[in-house]
């Protein structure tokens, strides 16, 4: 007879706050954990903004990892505020966080709420256990009239998910450590 798995939930942010203070930290380089820390997740916030370069160079993804090439991106710059405005269509975030996830933790990121309701969305891959790095997402605005993000705002909220076992590898793809 197999034993049935234990269920699990999201992380509280008790939890949250307890790994955050742990040794390596589940996040750091955040801005203000009172603003950030949520009940359910973690607020991630934008340190950078790219637009795609060339864009008669497409991204491709195959078989293997000999098949994925990633398009060019240039970094734009933000106003002596701190803002951009952005017109329609996509680009791609890097966060200011830095994500160290045990192999036991997963994760998953939702867009605020205020960026849908101004027509933009988030999209992101899944952070998995063992994943150590500073993520990026892809930002694209519908909105007609575009769109102002300034530097350090909070985007989109990690939330995060205990395994039902420990994975003995954890993440050891082409992004592991990205950004640092």
Known sequence: MNP???LTSALSRTTIARLIAG???L???YRDIDAQLQPNG???TVRAVSASGDVSAPGSI??????RALPE???LSFDSDGWLHLRPGPYLLTFNEIVNLPNHIMALARPRSSLLRSGVAIHTAVWDAGYSGRSQALLTVHH???FRIRRDARVAQLVFFPLDADDVQGYTG?????NL
Do not use: K, T, W
């Open 42 to 44: 973690f607020d991630v």
């Open 4 to 6: 049935q798995p234990q």
């Open 144 to 146: 007609p009239a575009g």
């Open 62 to 67: 195959g078989i293997s990892d000999d098949d």
């Open 27 to 29: 996040l750091n380089e």
């Open 73 to 75: 991106s240039a970094e």
């Open 174 to 178: 082409r992004y592991q450590g990205e």
């Open 23 to 25: 040794d390596p930290p």
